[in-house]
């Protein structure tokens, strides 16, 4: 039999590997759909690739590679008879077959017992070979059978992790002595006491003192400062200011040559005015606070109940539509935006209307392939494959067994998200770290992932791009300037001084201080009550422009901005701005309820250009001065201006310094918003964290041409992603490439430029010919732009032909889905989300779906409207 299992797996040796050092096996997760080993037909391991597929999705795999040999992995889930011992968790008959396979559902104590079964199949015969059959296989197959069954997690960190859990406590924690300097650290605008460097800073926990530490720290630049002064002083530990988070710090122990750890870095940290005790979390539950246990009376605990709709008996709802998502520890801000997204008919007729064609054409890894992995979180949103409602029988056998409040482990508990968390948040300092984050930057980031991977296809982010009209006026002329920017977002100030109960607010702010002035228990919290009009009308105040420049003075002047609707998008996203930045390091929430409406009319916020009497600012650019020092001297240490607290705020955020004082640089000193767009469109590119470094200011030979004051230079060739995020907006190729050249690749400038340029109608001509000549695989992007899925009655009737697909009407809106955030700051905390489906809202809080009983509209984070209709 040996022999004739040898004979039958020679032709399929060359294809049959031994995972190596890096490679990474799906032995829980098909690539195309949420089935495991758990599923009733279990699942398909390649032994070349080693891709996880279902039952349904094998086939393809199979015709598409050539590849024959799989290993079958299955998990059978029994209840154990009456006579069998109980225990704390299912009983593995079979251990090592799936040996570190995670188990994706929740079981009843010890009621299950679990019996693993693992076997080779040749495909297309599907001939299959049991396993482990050690005595009769070759011994390469035996090898890699036995490495696939114990390989580790695909999404497992496997170094990095280990090396942390090897940290060891600094000797010095516990009896680190702390002086009494006075100093207080501020939330931003650090930088080295010796040198003013202002990244890889290092705050030195006896002393205060913060300095800059050496390249073999953490792989950051630095001149060794802190090291110079541990050897003056002999103070030993320090910690890296900008990896501050709730979960702890990053400590280096100068005598033990080590990083270490630090117990009591919480009260070492507060010495210095850096309050992390904020930030601590009363116990956890999946990734989230847990208040059930905290003794203190706070908002917070109400705002968890009010938005959860805690103590209702909500109905449990099932099918297409009202499937969960499961926590994966701190990744609820993604699912709850997944769950609005794929609620837009757009995204579901991109995705899963497209889904077999998106699978078909789908590269040899699918695992990294965005469409794929969109098409699949979405068909399993939709599909109700993993949202089925329990049996009358098991029904009956729970209220037997009086088990109301678990649902028997044969019902799907939603879908777990790993894979596509995986690679939408590859390369991102944050959103690959299992840390809390922004729903409202995760979106933005989505959207952007969306556009890149767009073009050449229905594009269904379009449903939220819109223009926004910026008026600036010059306070001294009265002369004004009308420009547009692309958005997708509507920011909406939230304004304290506004509120209904601001009497009430001031009594409460008097109490509070005084008992903590006289250390007592603080009183009971009053929210702030905002009205919906107040809003508004902040929305459209006008605003001081820092640094303004008049064209009109050819100097700097004092200038205001005024925004309106150039256009208004067919869905209406709308964030309130309730996080603000307290002293001590925290982005606080604002405790802020507004009465945000079913109906909403911006209409009247419709821009309407330059009116009659106004006289339109010359155009014309600031002049770059260059200094004598700068032209003569190459060493020259001057720098552009940079607006180093919005460097700062984004570094907040997890971004490298550098890559945000280039941001802050390259957006024109425009403010953060402008500069964390820059980033999201950048932060793919190779020399993205590399320091700023302008022509101007390094190479003395620089001529005016290659600055761009003179024209366009020959040998500025905008990189391919930038065009293609251009393009993905249906601006031709060409207007693309002149406007990044233009602007030396910024991408926000680019976008000014297009809008102030507009293409003549013989350009395009010109360009659609240049584009196909020169590369015929590239899509005739003015025939895309033209032949979009979208009728042209839905565009803007003056949109030029060469602007961004805009699908503009009228501004009446209906609020379809909103998300709510839970907890004190944004990187801790909980969110949760209603959709309106069927004439009912229903809320979507992880992996369990009901129809709610009353919709916290009042305390929402996002909102999202839908356009109605003009009948």
């Known amino acids: 039999m040996s022999a004739d299992l040898g004979e039958l797996l020679v032709p399929y040796m060359p294809n049959i590997r031994v995972p190596r050092t890096g490679d990474r096996v799906f ?44 290993m079958h992995l299955k998990r059978h889930v029994k209840q154990k008879s009456p006579s069998a011992a109980g225990g704390a968790i299912p009983r593995r008959r079979n251990g090592k077959v799936f040996l570190d396979l995670e188990l994706n559902r929740d079981f009843n104590g010890g009621e299950y017992e679990c019996e693993d079964e693992a076997k080779l199949v040749i495909f297309p015969d599907h001939y299959e070979i049991p396993l482990p059959n ?72 006896t002393d205060g003192s913060v300095l800059c530490g050496k390249w073999f720290f953490d792989g950051a630049g630095g001149n060794g400062h802190a090291l110079e002064h541990y050897k003056e002083t002999k103070f030993p530990l320090a910690v890296k200011l900008d990896n501050i988070t709730p979960d ?96 837009i008919p757009e995204f579901q007729r991109a995705y899963v209307g497209n889904l077999q064609r998106i699978f078909d054409y789908s590269p ?13 979180l979405g068909h399993g949103l939709l599909s109700g494959l993993y949202s089925k409602p329990p049996m009358k029988s098991e029904l009956i056998e729970q209220v037997m067994k009086e088990e109301h409040k678990v649902l028997d482990w044969h019902q799907p508990k939603g879908i777990s998200p790993k894979m596509f968390k995986a690679l939408v948040s590859r390369g991102h300092p944050e959103f690959s770290s299992n840390r809390q984050q922004d729903a409202h930057e995760f979106f933005l980031h989505l959207i952007n992932l969306v556009e890149r991977n767009s073009a050449g296809s229905e594009n269904p982010s379009d449903v939220f791009r819109h223009l926004v009209e910026e008026r600036v006026q010059c306070c001294q002329t009265k002369r004004v300037r009308y420009t547009q920017k692309v958005d997708y977002v509507m920011q909406l100030p939230a304004p304290i001084e506004a509120a209904t109960n601001r009497e009430e607010l001031i009594a409460y702010e008097a109490k509070r201080k005084e008992a903590e002035d006289n250390m007592r228990a603080p009183p009971e919290p009053v929210r702030a009550r905002i009205p919906f009009t107040a809003c508004l009308q902040a929305f459209t105040e006008p605003e001081n422009v820092p640094d303004f420049w008049s064209s009109a003075l050819q100097a700097k002047s004092a200038g205001v901005k005024t925004s309106r609707f150039a256009s208004f998008p067919e869905y209406l996203v709308m964030q309130i701005k309730k996080f603000t930045f307290g002293v001590d390091w925290v982005p606080k929430k604002l405790d802020l309820s507004i009465d945000v409406p079913d109906l909403l009319d911006l209409s009247r916020f419709r821009g309407a250009g330059l009116q009659a009497g106004e006289d339109e600012l010359p155009d014309l650019t600031p002049p770059i001065v260059l200094s004598e020092d700068t032209r003569d001297n190459s060493n020259s240490s001057d720098s552009p201006e940079i607006d180093e607290s919005a460097a700062m705020q984004l570094a907040e955020m997890g971004f490298p310094l550098e890559a945000c004082r280039k941001a802050v640089y390259y957006t024109g000193n425009m403010g953060p918003e402008m500069a964390f767009n820059w980033i999201m469109a950048h932060m793919e590119e190779p020399d993205f964290a590399e320091p700023l470094a302008l022509p101007s200011f390094m190479d003395p030979a620089t001529s005016v041409v290659s600055l761009g004051l003179a024209g366009t230079p020959l040998d500025n060739q905008p990189p391919e992603e930038s065009i293609a995020i251009l393009t993905s907006m249906g601006f031709p190729r060409r207007h693309t490439v002149q406007a990044l050249r233009a602007t030396n ?63 503009d009407g009228p501004g009446r809106y209906e609020l379809f889905a909103f998300i709510s955030h839970m907890g004190v700051t944004t990187m801790s905390g909980r969110y949760v989300c209603h959709v309106k489906k069927e004439g009912r809202w229903v809320i979507f809080n992880d992996h369990k779906v009901c129809l709610s009983e009353r919709p916290p509209k009042d305390l929402g984070y996002i909102y999202f409207y839908r356009r109605l209709s003009s009948r």
């Open 27 to 70: 032995k829980s997760e098909c690539a195309f759909s949420y089935d495991s080993p758990e599923s009733e037909g279990g699942l398909y391991v390649c032994m070349n690739t080693f891709l996880g597929f279902g039952r349904e999705h094998v086939e393809r795999h199979y015709r598409k590679t050539g590849q024959s040999v799989y």
């Open 134 to 205: 050690i005595e009769e296989l070759p011994a390469l197959v035996t090898i890699a059978c036995d490495a696939v069954l114990n390989a580790a997690s695909a999404y497992k960190k496997p170094e990095h992790d280990s090396w942390e859990e090897e940290i060891q406590v600094s000797k010095h924690a516990r009896g680190l002595r702390q002086l009494d300097t006075g100093v207080r650290i501020s939330p931003s605008g650090w930088k080295c006491q010796k040198c003013e460097m202002r990244e890889n800073l290092w705050l030195n926990l």
């Open 248 to 343: 702890g710090a990053d400590i280096y122990s100068f005598d033990e040559e080590e990083a270490v750890l630090d117990p009591e870095i919480c009260e070492h940290l507060q010495h210095f005015g850096i309050d992390m005790l904020q930030m601590q979390r009363n116990g956890t539950e999946n990734g989230h606070h847990n208040m059930d246990n905290s003794n203190e009376v706070h908002p917070r605990v109400s705002e968890w109940e009010v938005i959860q709709e805690s103590g209702m008996k909500l109905k449990a709802v099932f099918g297409s539509g009202f499937t969960g998502i499961k926590n994966l520890g701190n990744s609820c801000y993604l699912g709850t935006t997944m769950q609005v997204l794929f609620s």
């Open 364 to 376: 040899l890894d699918p695992t990294t392939d965005f469409s794929t992995q969109m098409a699949k």
């Open 745 to 807: 690749n910024n991408l926000e400038r680019a976008l000014d430029w297009i809008f102030t340029h507009p293409e003549r109608e013989e350009d395009e001509e010109t360009s659609d010919a240049l584009s196909n000549m020169a590369d015929t695989s590239e899509p005739n992007d003015n025939v895309f732009s033209n032949t979009n899925t979208y009728s042209d009655s839905t565009l803007s009737p003056d949109q030029d032909a060469s602007g961004p697909r805009i699908k």
